[in-house]
């Protein structure tokens, strides 16, 4: 069974950039790796995605522009690098990987089999 391992998150003042990485504990089986996010009260979004074998990625309109979803493949990770950081993006930022069988990838959370266990990201005003 694949893990996956979050890393990156914090606190930072609005305009702040940060960067999430996403280990995984093997790479070439996977389809597609994406991130989610959750904010208390509020339903779990998707905010990035990416397919391993062409790097063809994906965003929400709230992030588009200022999130970056990349991937190094000698590393088994993928990244969310995130600047310009609001408010409003304050949440548990998950990320999450698919394989091939199910077709193409997009926000549809249940489409993801394997997910990691979150990290928190905080923006203050």
């Known amino acids: 069974q694949v893990e996956l391992v979050e890393s990156g998150g914090g606190s930072v003042q609005a305009g702040g950039s940060l960067r999430l990485s996403c280990a995984a504990s093997?790479?070439?089986?996977?389809?597609?790796i994406a991130w989610f996010r959750q904010a208390p009260g509020k339903e779990r979004e998707g905010v990035a995605r990416i397919y391993r074998t062409t790097s063809s990625a994906i965003y929400a309109d709230s992030v588009k522009d200022r999130f970056t979803i990349s991937q190094d493949g000698a590393k088994n990770t993928v990244y969310l690098q995130m600047n310009s950081l609001k408010p409003e993006d304050t949440a548990m930022y998950y990320c999450a990987a698919a394989d091939i069988r199910g077709g193409e990838c997009f926000f549809f959370a249940p489409r993801y089999k394997i997910w990691g266990q979150g990290t928190q990201v905080t923006v203050s005003s």
């Open positions: 093997e790479y070439t089986n996977l389809w597609c």
